[in-house]
């Protein structure tokens, strides 16, 4: 579900045509525009904000970027978890992605909106740019767990920058290779996936791990949970 902000009663207009297009979305504004299709922003938008965050994974702002800059600044958290944002002018010529373009999708959507009001999305990203595939958008498209983003982006930095990676699959699940299969001679760096925990590469790599282990456990009545928790990380440690 879509939050869609707009402060003018031209966006006000265009959030409701969006609306049309995407009616799961709820439409926010200054109090003196609202009507019954409209939440109220009080007191403003700044301070507003921190619910607008806590009640959707993707914002759509139609007015300035300054504006959303300024009014989410303080909000933000860090990127596997703050939400998409998405910035539209008045006219809806142009649908940018600001915020979370990868693991929020804020790519995705700014290009669907353009699709659909006849815009044109603004994508910075380096790799989307470049048409290279970026280490958080393979996990989120098959679903995998980012063991270290810190090791994520530099493995992605390295694609955009022209440095061989390598792609390894030691999981039993079917993947496409996001990356050429290289030697380790080869690679100047390695997105492997897997669900073991010795991981030990000599260039720099980030893990993906999928999730594809399901643990199953019987128990007598009043053990306590923990301990259960416990022998299974215990059992998952020797393995």
């Known amino acids: 579900m879509w939050g869609i902000i707009a402060i003018t009663q031209q966006g006000l207009a265009l959030a409701k ?22 939440t109220p922003i009080e007191p403003d938008l ?27 600044a303080r909000h933000l958290v860090g990127k596997t978890v703050d939400p998409a944002v998405v910035v539209l002018d008045e006219k809806g010529q142009f649908a940018i992605s600001l915020l979370s373009g990868h693991l929020g999708g804020a790519n995705a959507v700014a290009t669907e909106i353009a699709g659909s009001i006849g815009g044109t999305a603004v ?12 280490v958080d ?16 982006k530099t493995l992605t930095a390295m694609t955009v920058n022209g440095q061989k990676v390598g792609w390894r699959n030691d999981s039993l699940l079917t993947l496409p290779a996001c990356y050429p299969t290289l030697n380790k001679a080869e690679a100047d760096g390695l997105v492997v996936v897997s669900s ?23 128990c007598k009545r009043g053990i306590p949970g923990q301990r259960i928790i416990d022998f299974v990380t215990e059992q998952l440690q020797l393995n």
Not at 19 to 25: A, E, G, I, L, R
Not at 123 to 134: E, H, L, N, W
């Open 137 to 152: 958008m393979i996990a989120q498209k098959h679903q995998l767990i980012i063991q270290s983003m810190h090791d994520a």
């Open 17 to 38: 045509k969006l609306k049309v297009q995407f009616p799961d979305s709820v439409i926010y504004t200054l109090g003196k525009w609202h009507d019954e299709e409209c």
């Open 123 to 134: 994508i910075t990203t380096a790799s989307d740019v470049q048409g290279m595939p970026s």
């Open 196 to 218: 073991r925990t010795n991981l030990a590469e000599k260039v720099p790599f980030a893990q993906l791990i999928p999730q594809n282990i399901i643990v199953g456990v019987g």
């Open 46 to 72: 700044s301070t507003f904000t921190a619910q607008l965050f806590d009640r959707h994974k993707t914002l759509v702002y139609i007015m300035a970027t300054g504006i959303v800059v300024r009014s989410i």
